[in-house]
């Protein structure tokens, strides 16, 4: 499958230095991996953002599933 993301950028009011760090990994994934309801998302060959739904966020585990 393929994951694009629109365009990403920051709002620049009271904007944490995470916040921008965060927008700079996701404008540089290249990969994903999803594994036991588990999602990564590779923006280098070791390092990843990873995503996990919460046990009552059932509407997001349910598109999780369909990737």
Do not use: H, W
């Not at 996701?26 to 999602?39: C, G, I, P, W």
């Amino acid at each position: 499958g393929t994951l694009a993301f629109g365009a990403l950028g920051i709002t620049k009011m009271n904007e944490q230095k995470d916040g921008k760090r965060y927008v700079d990994c996701l404008s540089r994934v290249s990969r994903y991996q999803f594994d036991n309801a588990t999602l990564r998302l590779y923006y280098s060959d070791t390092e990843y953002l990873q995503y996990r739904p919460a046990p009552d966020d059932n509407p997001l585990g349910k598109i999780i599933e369909k990737l």
